[in-house]
């Protein structure tokens, strides 16, 4: 049967798969996956049902002269796939594309034949814990029984031993009543010491002035908080391993007082694609919520704008309203790097508030940093009123900026 | 006996000192702690990222109504299509002045949202890419899927593409406004001559 099937597949596919694989990632991976839609089809199944190889050849090699020759087959994928056109491979010889061919071709079917067996690997591997965590509440029970029965029978035999030898149970009951009496009086020797008493009020003070020091210097101070996001986005991932800028998502903060939280458009630049970690073989949970938020099913790759709600996420670094902070002035102006007040963001795995935010760790810093005049409108001019004052000038009001309608109509 | 006392009495209140620095520190990380007066944190005045109650889907960043523009707004009259796309090869060009500043702007903004796929030298070769995104082809050396080498895209094809992303790339209209676009172009440019 094994003979048989290498000597059909080799029939069939007559170019060479080595070969092909190399060009197949050279050319068609920007575009294709051999199981999932991306830009263009999941080319397996589509290489599997599609047995005309020269219309595939055709169809590779230029794809824009079938559809202007309005072939059937050419204008209904183009039309299904929103009328993007595929790259033009001239370049590509016949063999060439004989061999991409076969490459997809062989590697699907592998892939076919060991996702069963890696199918019910997994199986045996999920359902491997919770097997553990049943026998073991079952042994838990039975345990618990035991010691139920044991533990009844101890106590029908001390019963009858006192059934048996009446003088046993007056005893026991004087041994209580001497027992209380004790400790009332030890009690009351220390009410009566005044070292005693002196030492627990002094005590008790300390703690309570102490607690209260400690308390109010952190009332409204949110340092470590790190609350629970509805999506479990992974700075570490996306920030650090894959060295994504910070402004990429954020990408007001350059230009504006608030550094944004990302729409999710800005996810869907990447995740309209991506729906899974490349190391794992099932799509992402997480990922998933994107979609659902989104009311986009990646199958059809459609949005469905009636199933659109907005993700709540839970902000972390929280300013009052007393307090007045620019993002842009900070970064764009002073270039000041994220992780100064964030802290080493790229290393989260969940975001935390690295700084107090008070407004003494803020006049620390501005007591410290420099400022650059060079390039700073506002300084340079600062600068040149001051020549002008040195200079016996006159300066008035309005030079200062002082008929600017927001000095008095903010 | 009044030396032994003052001993004690200070052992004793280090100890107490300690304790509470022990436990007032075993703090909820999930939540704020204590606030005094949360209604200046809590802002009766709403942020645009915060929900709403006055609106029907509940978000204060509302889309602006239909058939209006905002001030300062720089229209782009292509469609969305290969034709538009074309039309905009040959007719836009990039108004900024070709200067040494510009093209600095171009090349950290390039840095921030292009390199994560394009890579730093436009190779395609992004960290993203090597992470398993579908790679993009070569500015210098690749083919665009639209015909003709990368290296000979025009001004209007590369910002047509921007604004409207193609193929696995996105749309960074949201992202970079009109002129970024045109500063990214001018080094994308420079990149296509590698």
């Known amino acids: 049967m094994a003979g048989l099937a290498i000597c059909g597949l080799t029939a069939y596919a007559q170019g060479d798969a080595s070969k092909g694989e190399a060009i197949f990632k050279a050319k068609c991976t920007a575009c294709h996956k051999l199981d999932q839609r991306v830009i263009g089809p999941a080319l397996g199944p589509t290489l599997q049902t599609e047995t005309d190889d020269k219309w595939l050849t055709k169809w590779i090699q230029n794809n824009q002269a079938l559809i202007a020759a309005k072939d059937p087959k050419a204008l209904k994928i183009y039309n299904e796939f929103n009328q993007s056109a595929m790259t033009v491979f001239g370049d590509l010889s016949d063999g060439d594309v004989a061999n991409v061919i076969a490459y997809v071709r062989t590697e699907y079917k592998k892939e076919q034949t060991a996702a069963p067996a890696a199918g019910a690997a997994t199986a045996v591997q999920e359902t491997g814990p919770s097997n553990l965590v049943v026998f073991g509440l079952i042994g838990v029970v039975i345990i618990a029984f035991i010691v139920i029965l044991v533990l009844n029978k101890v106590i029908n035999t001390l019963e009858r031993l006192v059934a048996s030898r009446p003088a046993l149970a007056p005893e026991e009951v ?153 993002h842009s002035q900070h970064v764009k102006v002073q270039g000041l790097k994220c992780q100064t007040c964030h802290g080493p963001v790229e290393t989260m795995k969940e975001v935390y508030q690295y700084s107090p935010l008070t407004m003494k760790w803020c006049i620390q810093c501005h007591k410290r940093t420099e400022i650059n005049i060079k390039g700073n409108a506002y300084y340079e001019k600062m600068e040149q009123v001051h020549e002008l004052i040195r200079k016996g000038g006159k300066v008035t009001e309005a030079m200062m900026g002082g008929i600017e309608c927001g000095k008095c109509h903010y | 006996m009044l030396a032994m006392n003052k001993i004690k009495i200070l052992g004793i209140a280090v100890a107490a000192v300690a304790t509470t620095v022990v436990v007032t520190s075993c703090k909820d990380k999930r939540s704020t702690g204590w606030e005094y007066a949360p209604n200046m944190y809590e802002h009766i005045a709403y942020d645009p990222d915060q929900p709403n109650p006055n609106f029907k889907d509940g978000k204060t960043a509302q889309k602006p109504p239909a058939g209006t523009m905002p001030v300062g707004f720089v229209s782009f009259d292509y469609p969305n299509t290969k034709d538009g796309y074309e039309l905009a090869g040959t007719e836009v060009k990039n108004p900024l002045p070709s200067t040494q500043a510009n093209f600095e702007d171009g090349k950290v903004l390039f840095e921030h949202f292009c390199s994560p796929c394009h890579g730093m030298k436009g190779l395609g070769d992004g960290l993203v890419v090597a992470h398993g995104f579908p790679p993009p082809p070569s500015y210098s050396t690749g083919q665009s899927s639209r015909g003709g080498a990368m290296k000979d895209l025009s001004d209007g094809k590369i910002y047509h593409t921007i604004t409207y992303g193609v193929n696995a790339m996105g749309s960074y209209a949201s992202q970079l406004a009109p002129e970024e676009r045109w500063k990214v172009i001018m080094y994308v440019h420079h990149l296509q001559t590698l």
């Open chain 1, 174 to 326: 004087a041994v209580e009543e001497a027992g209380p009496s004790k400790g009332i009086l030890l009690a009351k020797a220390l009410v009566k010491n005044k070292k005693f008493v002196f030492f627990v009020c002094l005590c008790a003070t300390i703690f309570f002035a102490s607690w209260t020091w400690v308390s109010l210097w952190n009332t409204n101070v949110h340092t470590g908080y790190q609350p629970v996001q509805p999506i479990k986005f992974p700075h570490d991932l996306h920030a650090g391993a894959m060295q994504i800028n910070c402004q990429y998502c954020h990408s007001g903060a350059y230009k504006s007082k608030n550094a944004t939280i990302p729409s999710l458009n800005i996810c869907m630049n990447c995740h309209k694609t991506i729906d899974r970690l490349s190391t794992s073989k099932t799509p992402s949970t997480e990922i998933a919520k994107i979609y659902d938020a989104l009311g986009y099913d990646p199958g059809t790759q459609k949005y469905d704008s009636t199933k659109m709600h907005p993700i709540q996420w839970v902000r972390v670094h929280n300013l009052p309203d007393l307090a007045y902070f620019n």
